[in-house]
């Protein structure tokens, strides 16, 4: 049967998630905005009506059905919609609101239990770091159907026991999510059967170097978040990245492709299973940036900085799994990686303010006490306890000697000068101590191996025999044992 044939028998019956499996992945984007039925009782909305006062006048839980038509919010920057408990704003066919590159964001405040099903959601002019949908993170949002294009900013922002179903979250200024809440953070995300593709329209990396502000989905302090069924395709950054304090993430059954950076990147953050999964043509971009300036840092399609399993963390799992994934003539490989400088209280420390989760304050972590034992191993993002099995690793004859390579490394300690972790010690930790395995992948072409610091690369014998060990009863062109 052809693709496309496919791609609409699954949106006949709903089921819009993007697999592996599939010859094809399914096209959220081109499909446009679901059709949810108009409900009994549901205010109908005509384009010109100022929804943003019928919302204030009706009580929480009104229904409302924008529609066909372009529906705006007013010459005002701070024009916007400002939800009750239980509110639902679904689309007609055709329904469009439009910020007009003037309105900063389409849905604001913190109610509770809010639908947004079915619309074209565009043109609005959220500052850096902000949202245009659940803009200030409310709880229980089902934001379901919508094609959320055109935007600066975010799409949106993500609040606790968020549903992020079967969008199109496209060519918006910075990211598609931004998984994000001040104070106490969020718990329970899902993100399931979205195309998530050509975001950070604006390139903040270059507009704001090292701000770490940029891709397809970004994920701050997530406590439990599933992220299956999506098609993460050709932004302009990482695809997925986490960052800081993240835990308890299951990433599987997604097709990610085509991104400039990371498809995945996991940061200071615990607990993670990547399963099921197709990565393809990642992190060419970057790559090819490092090698043209002469860097040897051997970035990844999956790059784990400073995080790993943990069980007194409570997960899903106490390891960072990644297995039966399918990696396809991507940048590199699997990077697993620490910088020795970086820890709670640490100068080098990006994340500036946050400790890890087994210390109560980052005062903690200062000398004398951090150089001993607990506060020595806590005081430490570690990348520990990651196994990596089942995988399909693959690339083409043209990748060069820098492309093809695996890694697990750490940098010198230097700094601060009252740092326990100075010279060689987490590197021999990460590459011996700290329980990180390959085992049982099966690889094509020719692969090589960065091991404890940048000035290591071996080749698959040296990989597989001690004192690495690795990739026991894996297969370098041949059978497995």
Aim: glycine share 12%.
């Amino acid at each position: 049967m052809p693709a496309f044939l496919v791609i609409l028998m699954l949106l006949a019956t709903g089921v819009v998630t993007a697999s592996p499996a599939l010859a094809a992945p399914v096209a959220v984007c081109e499909a446009g905005p679901m059709s949810p039925p108009k409900p009994d009782g549901a205010v109908v909305v005509e384009p010109g009506t100022d929804l943003s006062a019928k919302t204030r006048e009706l009580p929480a839980g009104t229904t409302f059905w924008l529609a066909g038509g372009k529906h705006t919010l007013g010459q005002d920057e701070f024009g916007q919609i400002i939800p009750k408990d239980g509110n639902a704003y679904l689309g007609a066919p055709g329904a469009i609101l439009d910020g007009g590159g003037v309105n900063r964001y389409a849905f604001t405040q913190q109610a509770r239990d809010v639908v947004i099903r079915g619309l074209t959601i565009r043109g609005f002019a959220a500052p850096q770091d902000q949202g245009v949908v659940n803009h200030d993170s409310g709880e229980h949002w089902t934001i379901e159907g919508n094609t959320i294009e055109d935007n600066r900013g975010a799409a949106m922002m993500a609040g606790p026991r968020q549903e992020v179903l079967r969008n199109c979250l496209r060519d918006n200024g910075q990211y598609g999510i931004n998984a994000y809440r001040a104070g106490d953070g969020i718990t329970g995300l899902l993100v399931e059967g979205n195309e998530i593709t050509g975001n950070n329209t604006e390139d903040w990396e270059k507009k704001v170097p090292g701000c770490g502000c940029s891709g397809g989905a970004k994920f701050w302090a997530v406590d439990g978040a599933d992220i299956r069924g999506n098609w993460v395709h050709h932004n302009h950054g990482a695809g997925l990245w986490a960052d800081t304090n993240n835990n308890d993430f299951v990433v599987e059954d997604n097709l990610i492709e085509d991104n400039e950076a990371e498809a995945l990147f996991y940061e200071i953050s615990y607990n993670l299973v990547v399963r099921g999964n197709t990565f393809r043509r990642n992190t060419l971009v970057q790559g090819r940036a490092f090698a043209a300036r002469g860097d040897d840092f051997p970035v990844g399609t999956i790059y784990l900085s400073e995080s790993g399993g943990e069980p007194r963390v409570r997960a899903r799992t106490s390891l960072v799994e990644i297995v039966d994934n399918v990696f396809e003539d991507n940048w590199a490989g699997i990077t697993l990686w620490e910088n020795a400088d970086r820890f709670c209280n640490s100068p080098a420390n990006t994340s500036s303010g946050s400790c890890t989760r087994l210390v109560p304050s980052v005062s903690s972590c200062s000398s004398p006490g951090i150089a001993s034992r607990p506060l020595y191993d806590d005081c430490r993002w570690k990348t520990q306890r990651v196994s990596i099995h089942g995988n399909k690793f693959s690339h083409g004859s043209s990748c060069t000697a820098l492309c093809g390579r695996m890694a697990v490394l750490a940098n010198f300690g230097t700094y601060p000068e009252w740092s326990p972790y100075r010279g060689s010690s987490v590197s021999e930790a990460v590459t011996f101590r700290q329980e990180n395995r390959w085992y049982d992948n099966a690889y094509t072409g020719s692969w090589r191996f960065v091991v404890h610091d940048t000035s290591r690369t071996v080749g698959a014998s040296a990989w597989q025999a001690a004192p690495y060990s690795q990739d026991a009863c894996s297969s370098f062109g041949g059978g497995r044992c």
